[in-house]
């Protein structure tokens, strides 16, 4: 990602956001507190407020000691795999809610709800290669 020479090589960039956003949905759909996350990272809640919302970059140590705490690989946290991903639908109350909703099912309930949203997907992604075409 390219930036800008006015950029510090500090400021947080578009994949600390969709950092931040894996970070708190995991922590939410582990049913764990910000300052619950702090104490087990060594950091102020705030602290933890500032990953969650891209403010602040998270070193490795950090995503290691995060990983650790919200029990995931770190390599899952990183948002390689959604790079081009929309920020603002990562950061989003909807996909916080929706993650809640979906830890909260059973296996039947979860094969059922990923099942309306593929089928949702396709339905968007039809809608799209026909208005290309038109």
């Given at each position: 990602m390219?930036?800008?020479?006015?950029?510090?090589?500090?400021?947080a960039t578009?994949?600390?956001?969709?950092?931040?956003?894996?970070?708190?949905?995991?922590?939410?759909?582990?049913?764990?507190?910000?300052?619950q996350l702090a104490a087990a990272i060594g950091v102020t809640f705030q602290q933890v407020q500032k990953y969650e919302k891209g403010?602040?970059?998270?070193?490795?140590?950090?995503?290691?000691?995060?990983s650790d705490a919200l029990d995931i690989a770190a390599g899952e946290l990183l948002p390689s795999a959604i790079a081009r991903a929309d920020s603002s639908v990562l950061a989003s109350d909807d996909l916080i809610e929706l993650t809640r909703i979906f830890s909260g099912l059973d296996g039947e309930g979860r094969a059922t709800l990923l099942n309306v949203g593929r089928a949702l997907h396709r339905d968007a992604k039809r809608a799209i290669a026909k208005r290309s075409k038109a």
């Open positions: 390219a930036k800008s020479a006015s950029t510090s090589p500090r400021t578009r994949v600390d956001i969709e950092l931040g956003a894996r970070i708190r949905a995991r922590r939410s759909e582990r049913k764990m507190s910000q300052e403010v602040n970059r998270v070193a490795a140590s950090t995503l290691v000691d995060i």
